[in-house]
């Protein structure tokens, strides 16, 4: 069965330092994708992109973070200058053509800023 | 914006009795509800999801049953097993809105032999 891929599946960095979280869709999904979940609660949506752009962005979502999609296959969010409330486990998922419905997550990196 | 609740955040249940879980939306404008089961070490996987214009939708064991007019929906699993142990969430979204998911809190369910 065709699944979404996440790497690393652990992170620890330094504040201030910069991280790229990877992904790799699943590879007919058009909608691509970044939650994040804070120990102890909600799961919670940051970005959406389609066709090379943002579609939606959550107010978490500040100009500290960016995606890309680089190449054909890979997904990418990148924190400029980490702080110590970015430390959750993030999770990547796509979907296949149309926005909300029928999401497909990875496994998720877990980032920890120290 | 919409805001999802979920209850209870821990349900024990004995092997193959039912399990019940639900979860209540804010935004009457919401119109699709999915469930998602995550087990350790894993992403959350979709079980079953449901559209506004449908009271009731089954597969196997798992059903799902929305009530538009009270803003609530629940997960049913009957005749559970102890591979049904996990965290489950309900989520709930707009597809003419805000392109995203709004997530409950998450149940962790424990199926005890």
């Known amino acids: 069965e065709p699944e979404v891929t996440q790497t690393p599946s652990h992170q620890v960095t330094q504040m201030g330092q910069e991280v790229i979280l990877r992904c790799v869709p699943i590879?007919?999904?058009?909608?691509f994708y970044w939650y994040r979940q804070i120990l102890g609660q909600k799961v919670e949506f940051l970005v959406s992109?389609?066709?090379?752009?943002?579609?939606?962005k959550s107010e978490i979502f500040d100009d500290q973070f960016s995606v890309e999609r680089p190449d054909g296959s890979n997904f990418t969010l990148k924190i400029r200058s980490t702080k110590l409330e970015d430390s959750a486990m993030y999770f990547c998922a796509s979907s296949v053509w149309t926005t909300n419905e029928k999401l497909f997550f990875g496994s998720g990196t877990q980032l920890s800023v120290l | 914006g919409e805001n999802v609740e979920q209850h209870p955040s821990t349900l024990s249940v004995q092997e193959g009795d039912s399990a019940v879980i639900k979860c209540t939306y804010s935004?009457?404008?919401?119109?699709?509800f999915p469930w998602y089961k995550q087990e350790l070490g894993k992403g959350p996987q979709l079980i079953i999801d449901?559209?506004?214009?449908?009271g009731e939708k089954k597969d196997q064991r798992i059903a799902v049953t929305l009530n538009k007019t009270a803003k609530h929906f629940s997960l049913h699993i009957t005749e559970t097993q102890p591979e049904d142990s996990a965290v489950y969430f309900c989520?709930?979204?707009?597809?003419?809105?805000?392109?995203?998911?709004?997530f409950g809190q998450g149940t962790r369910l424990t199926i005890n032999p």
């Open positions: 989520a709930a979204s707009w597809d003419q809105g805000a392109q995203k998911l709004v």
């Open positions: 935004d009457s404008a919401s119109n699709y």
């Open positions: 992109f389609y066709n090379n752009e943002i579609s939606e």
């Open positions: 449901i559209r506004s214009n449908v």
């Open positions: 590879s007919n999904h058009l909608y």
